[in-house]
């Protein structure tokens, strides 16, 4: 098992990592930024009034994407399962 190698899985890791967390990263950032917008304009500064929103985007987002999501994660699973054979340095 070379360096290359290795370093091909790791970055194949990383990126479908990057990859699966981006959608709900984004969402909840963006329903973060808009309720910080509405309680900088209504003066309303109580901490906890982001979480509701926040989760039901991150859930909606879940329930639309998990299926790419999951079809993204098997395909790398069954790629990193075909490259086990080129781990052994036979």
Known sequence: MSQAFLSTVFNEAIA?????????????????????????????????????????????????MGPWMLGSLLQFTIDLYAKIPLMTGN
């Open 16 to 64: 479908t990592t990057l990859k699966l967390a981006l959608p709900t990263l984004l969402v909840s950032m963006g329903v973060g930024l808009l309720v910080s917008v509405i309680q900088a304009v209504t003066q309303i500064q109580e901490q906890t009034l982001t979480f509701i929103p926040k989760a039901f985007a991150v859930g909606v987002t879940l329930v639309l």
